[in-house]
Structure formats: structure tokens, C-alpha cells
């Protein structure tokens, strides 16, 4: 299983919100390069990365800053306002190592099938889920869409990572929802990463018993709740 250390850029500044509120805002840094150094340092081998301005607004705000993240050595991982294939190409060509399509997954199906089919692996969906139903718009628009079934139609239209995230749970540092995971897992041929929550190496330790393949890292992180190299060797089988 690998493990994605997360960076959430709002106005420049590394902060995190709590259960996608961006009036629960928490800055951690206003250099998000030396977050993603330390990252680098501890043995991380991927970055997730997040530009809530443009979640929020519909195209990318941080891109600059992205980019200096995506040089560092990193395989690099972004979302966040992602809504047309420019986006996609700019990202990509400035070092993104993928690409991840949020709102636009469910406004324009067709156009991720098309994203899916030309850019490969290079391609994954965030599915947001508030108490099980996707949400869009920087997280601010619940959908009648249930996330789980969501992921299915995804893994037939030909994306082969989906980024689950579980917005009660995000940034609340009250563990993961295992059960929705364990779900999740059982969907063929579709890469599963685990977002929101994430907070204590049984997390880890159950999420790759599950097979799921991969965990993202964030507040647990910052706060010294997770030590992202212990949280390397638990996901290698290693501690």
C-alpha cells in the first residue's frame, strides 16, 4: 500500500479544514515546498496535493506553486478545479505525475470517459462523500449520487484510481470509516485510496490487510498524531 502525505493550498499556505468547512480553516506552513521537502527527507515516494482556491472557484489558483511541489522529486499527485483537458495537459506537462478530476467527473461523465481512455493511469476521480452521497464544489453541493455506486460506474468507464475521501470524517482526527473502505475494496480492478480520517496505524495496518491501495496522511500528520516513516513501514509490512 502506498502512503500520500497531503498538502491543501489555500492562498499560497499549507492549511487543512475540518470536514471540508472552509470557515474551519488551520494554517500549518506558508511554505508548502518545505512541507514537501520534509515529506521527501522522511521517504515518501508520493505527494497529494490539493488547491482549494480552485475547488472552490472552478480552475486552478496555485498552479505555480504546484508546479515547484511536482519538481521536488516527488511523484505528484493533484486535484482541485482540474475541469477541462487544458488543466489536465498544463499539469501534467509541468511535472503532475497524475491528475485528479473531482466536480467535473459528475457534471460531464462522457468527458472523463474520454480523459480515462487518452491519459490512462495518469487519470484518477476524487469521489467526496458527505454521509455517503457525492459532493461537488469544493464540497459545498451534496449531490442525490451515492458514492459507492459512483465508484462502480467509474471503474466501467475505464478510470483505474479513485480517491475516496469521507468528508465527516475529514480532518476530525477520529480514525478512518473502515467499514466504507472494506466496501470499497471488493470493487474489481479500481485502485482504491483511502482519504479522511486517517489518524492511527490501525488504520493503516486494517487499510492494507483490505488491500486497498493507497492512504492519505494530513492533519494527523501536522498534528503529531502519525510519524509518516512509521507510517511507511506499516503500509510495506514492515513495523
Known amino acids: 500500500m502506498i502512503i500520500l502525505p497531503a498538502i491543501d493550498l489555500r492562498g499560497g499556505r499549507v492549511v487543512r479544514l475540518t470536514k471540508g468547512d472552509y470557515g474551519r480553516e488551520k ?9 514537501a ?19 472552490r472557484e472552478g480552475s486552478p489558483r496555485n498552479a505555480a506553486i504546484i508546479e515547484k511541489l511536482a519538481s521536488l522529486g516527488l511523484n505528484t499527485e493533484v486535484g482541485g478545479g482540474i475541469r477541462d483537458e487544458a488543466a ?9 505525475a497524475r491528475v485528479i478530476l473531482g466536480t467535473v467527473a459528475v457534471r460531464d461523465f462522457p468527458f472523463v470517459e474520454r480523459m480515462a ?15 455517503g452521497f457525492v459532493a461537488v464544489s469544493g464540497w459545498e453541493e451534496v449531490t442525490k449520487l451515492p458514492g459507492v455506486e459512483f ?18 470524517r475529514d480532518g476530525c482526527l477520529a480514525g478512518a470509516n473502515l467499514p466504507l473502505y472494506q466496501e470499497l475494496s471488493a470493487i474489481d480492478a479500481l485502485n482504491v485510496i483511502a482519504s ?31 510519524n509518516l516513516k512509521r507510517c511507511l513501514a506499516l503500509a510495506e509490512g514492515e513495523a
Open 117 to 131: 481512455a487518452k491519459y490512462g493511469e495518469r487519470i484518477a476521480v476524487g469521489v467526496d462523500a458527505r454521509d
Open 151 to 168: 465508484c462502480r460506474r467509474l471503474r466501467d468507464a475505464g478510470v483505474r484510481t479513485v480517491i475516496y475521501t469521507d468528508i465527516g
Open 27 to 35: 494554517v500549518y506552513n506558508d511554505d508548502p515546498a518545505s512541507v
Open 88 to 96: 489536465i495537459a498544463a499539469y501534467l506537462e509541468r511535472g503532475a
Open 196 to 226: 479522511g480520517g486517517v489518524s492511527f496505524e490501525r488504520d493503516i495496518e486494517v487499510l492494507r490487510d483490505m488491500r486497498i491501495h493507497g492512504a492519505i496522511v494530513g492533519k494527523a500528520l501536522y498534528e503529531g498524531k502519525l
Open 37 to 55: 521537502r520534509g515529506f521527501l527527507d522522511d521517504g515518501a515516494q508520493w505527494l497529494h496535493v490539493v488547491d482549494l482556491d480552485g475547488a
